[in-house]
Nanobody
Framework: QVRLLESGGGFVQPGESLTLSCAASGGTFSDYAMGWFRQAPGQERELVAAISWHGTVTYYKTSVKTRFSISRDNTKNTAALQMNGLRPEDTAVYYC??????????????????WGRGTQVTVSS
């Protein structure tokens, strides 16, 4: 399994932007589709965005589709989530996850077998 480490979380005001980064090590990064999940207090973890191993297929949760952008760089073993127009309801712990598949963009949490520890994003005025 690839090891994942998130960075870039923080405290921002509504309307501001953040970029989350995920650094992978210990495996073949390009074997993995990558996803960004989030979990708010008292709520279940949910998939926010995902990207195929080659980066050409993406998925977004409807509420973030026009504001967030997922990307990856297989030469640097990194994935990123650019978040614009942040809202208080985006407040959560964000997790980077990897799914060892080259056939699709997994949407189920159970499809992902590598997880980072998470990074806190807080949006508040």
């Amino acid at each position: 399994q690839v090891r994942l480490l998130e960075s870039g979380g923080g405290f921002v005001q509504p309307g501001e932007s953040l970029t989350l980064s995920c650094a992978a090590s210990g495996g073949t990064f390009s074997d993995y589709a990558m996803g960004w999940f989030r979990q708010a207090p008292g709520q279940e973890r949910e998939l926010v965005a995902a990207i195929s191993w080659h980066g050409t297929v993406t998925y977004y949760k409807t509420s973030v589709k026009t504001r967030f952008s997922i990307s990856r760089d297989n030469t640097k073993n990194t994935a990123a989530l650019q978040m614009n127009g942040l809202r208080p309801e985006d407040t959560a712990v964000y997790y980077c996850a990897g799914a060892n598949t080259k056939t699709n963009v997994p949407r189920s949490e159970s499809d992902y077998d590598s997880w980072g520890r998470g990074t806190q994003v807080t949006v508040s005025s």
